[in-house]
Nanobody, 119 residues
Framework: QVQLVESGGGLVQPGGSLRLSCAASGFIFSIYAMNWYRQAPGKQRELVAAITSGDSTNYADTVKGRFTISRDNAKNTVYLQMNSLKPEDTAVYYC?????????????WGQGTQITVSS
């Protein structure tokens, strides 16, 4: 059974930091690309950060230089370190695992964790 369980969300003041974790199970974690998405109220879900199976990373322009994605294949966990948080970072953050195979795409989602940036 595939599971992605996010943790580390909460309330933080502007300028503060948080680290999200996503613990994966039920699939071969190391061969999947891992992504963090977020969805703010009334907005579409957007890709925040991505890391490939080969550890290449990519970031949305809005978080570049502030967020860092990393993975630990030994722990089947992906992280999102978020620094210099802004009120506009407030959203539900989702962990996503993706594998594009020859005949199909494998796509799994966590339940989401709320991040609120407010004074």
């Amino acid at each position: 059974q595939v599971q992605l369980v996010e943790s580390g969300g909460g309330l933080v003041q502007p300028g503060g930091s948080l680290r999200l974790s996503c613990a994966a199970s039920g699939f071969i974690f190391s061969i999947y690309a891992m992504n963090w998405y977020r969805q703010a109220p009334g907005k579409q879900r957007e890709l925040v950060a991505a890391i490939t199976s080969g550890d290449s990373t990519n970031y949305a322009d809005t978080v570049k230089g502030r967020f860092t994605i990393s993975r630990d294949n030994a722990k089947n966990t992906v992280y999102l370190q978020m620094n210099s948080l802004k009120p506009e970072d407030t959203a539900v953050y989702y962990c996503n695992a993706e594998l594009i195979a020859t005949t199909r795409t494998y796509d799994y989602w966590g339940q989401g964790t709320q991040i609120t940036v407010s004074s």
